[in-house]
Antibody, heavy 120, light 113 residues
């Protein structure tokens, strides 16, 4: 059974940094493109970032580009999102999600999410 | 960015009746080389992550009941629930994955009348 479990969400001050983790089980991270998607309170989902199967191709939304880095450790079966220079508008539940094969970029497995709150 | 606009914002439907949700993209998400529409539908219940229902605009995800169907092409798409069940109460989102950033609609809240 595929399981994605996010962690690392905390209350952080504007300008601060944190790293989110997504522990994957039931899948091999190197076999799938993986994504981070966030959802601000009461809003729809917003795609954040994507990493390819070999970890060498990464893409970011303009809203986070230059402040966020997606990476993964296949030995630990963990996906990461390093977030720097955090802003209040980064406040959201952050989900990791797996890209379904042969679907384009539809996301078929999601974690339960971890809440990041940026506030002074 | 491709803007995804759903209608209506909220919908009340009686149990057993049909529910229809529309999604319009600001530009076509039909890729001419493979004739596929790069569009997905998700359902999100309170406190849960989104769940994939439909991809390629009309392909039902494994395990999704056949009362859910997707249709449309180019810029106009529809999610239809043929016979509403109580467990279908949720917010529904469309998403385009034709190009980055992969954008979602604002959501349609579906309730029981």
């Amino acid at each position: 059974e595929v399981q994605l479990v996010e962690s690392g969400g905390v209350l952080v001050q504007p300008g601060g940094s944190l790293r989110l983790s997504c522990a994957a089980s039931g899948i091999t991270l190197s076999s799938y493109w993986m994504h981070w998607v966030r959802q601000a309170p009461g809003k729809g989902p917003e795609w954040v970032s994507r990493i390819n199967t070999d970890g060498l191709i990464t893409i970011y939304a303009d809203s986070v580009k230059g402040r966020v880095t997606i990476s993964r450790d296949t030995a630990k079966s963990t996906l990461y999102l390093q977030m720097n220079s955090l802003r209040p508008e980064d406040t959201a539940v952050y989900y990791c999600a797996r890209e379904r094969r042969d679907s384009g970029t539809a996301l078929d497995y999601w974690g339960q999410g971890t809440l990041v709150t940026v506030s002074s | 960015d491709i803007l995804m606009t759903q209608s209506p914002d909220s919908l009340s439907v009686s149990l057993g009746e049909r529910a229809t949700i529309n999604c319009k993209s600001s530009q076509s998400v039909l890729y001419s080389s493979n004739n596929k529409n790069y569009l997905a539908w998700y359902r999100q219940k309170p406190g849960q992550p989104p769940k994939l229902l439909i991809y390629w605009a009309s392909t039902r995800e494994s395990g999704v009941p056949d009362r859910f169907s997707g249709s449309g092409s180019g810029t106009d798409f529809t999610l239809t629930i043929s016979s509403l069940q109580a467990e279908d109460v949720a917010v529904y989102y469309c998403q385009q994955y034709y190009t980055t950033p992969y954008t979602f609609g604002q959501g349609t809240k579906l309730e029981i009348k």
